[in-house]
């Protein structure tokens, strides 16, 4: 089955704070991305990760990618009001037929 | 400035009624995709096409119908025919399949 989970799907946190993301699927893929979509609003390209090993970073967001683990992660350090969002991960997995398959979204909430 | 234009931003439609979305993109992308998202979920893909007159059905097709007569432009129809289309409804462009998808700001639809 072709599958994307995230995890934690609800994380509420204090601003200072770090905290993971995890996208872990279901086979090989050569391509994972990151996205972020704020309350109301369509969804924005963060990062685009395209080999093993591959870290991308913007600011206080740090993602990875593990393709041996088939495991992504986001990482958020101190982490201010303004990240306050949800946060999707979208794999294109082998046998999808070259589809996107997404993950359920983690809905992030960071307190003053 | 290159980028995907949804239009109308809101949509109300009666029942019975079909309505049409618009999706242009002028990026020179291949691909394009229609996806649907409830409240506080995920995506879900509804239509999507690789190459001019040419288009797959997604996971929630039914309901739906697409066509794709240029490439810069692929409208999805609502029909009657969806039971339940109060949604908010982004559509994406890519490069090629399994590529990174940039998204419009998306329609909301209502029924009344």
């Known amino acids: 089955e072709l599958k994307v989970e995230q995890n934690p799907l609800f994380l509420s946190m204090q601003e200072g704070k770090n905290y993971t993301i995890y996208c872990n699927y279901s086979?090989?893929?050569?391509?994972l991305y990151w996205y972020r979509q704020d309350p109301g609003k369509s969804l924005e390209s963060l990062f685009v990760?395209?080999?093993n090993g591959a870290v991308k970073q913007e600011g206080r967001l740090m993602a990875s990618l593990d393709t041996k683990a088939r495991l992504s992660t986001l990482h958020i350090t101190a982490a201010v009001h303004d990240l306050s969002a949800t946060y999707f991960c979208?794999?294109?997995?082998?046998?999808?037929?070259?589809?996107?398959?997404w993950g359920a979204g983690t809905k992030l909430i960071i307190k003053p | 400035d290159g980028g995907i234009t949804q239009s109308p931003k809101y949509l109300f439609r009666k029942e019975g009624q079909n309505v049409t979305l618009s999706c242009e993109q002028n990026?020179?992308?291949?691909?394009m995709y229609w996806y649907r998202q409830d409240p506080g979920q995920g995506l879900r893909l509804i239509y999507y096409?690789?190459?001019?007159?040419?288009?797959q059905k997604g996971d929630i097709a039914e309901g739906y119908s697409v066509s794709r007569e240029k490439k810069e432009s692929f409208p999805l129809t609502v029909t009657s025919a969806q039971k339940n289309p109060t949604a908010f409804y982004l559509c994406?462009?890519?490069?090629?399949?399994?590529?990174?998808?940039?998204f419009g700001q998306g329609t909301r639809l209502t029924v009344v």
């Open positions: 994406a462009s890519s490069i090629g399949p399994g590529s990174e998808a940039f």
């Open positions: 990026l020179n992308h291949d691909a």
């Open positions: 096409s690789q190459i001019v007159n040419d288009f």
């Open positions: 086979t090989t893929s050569d391509r």
């Open positions: 990760l395209l080999s």
């Open positions: 979208a794999v294109d997995l082998r046998d999808s037929n070259y589809q996107l398959i």
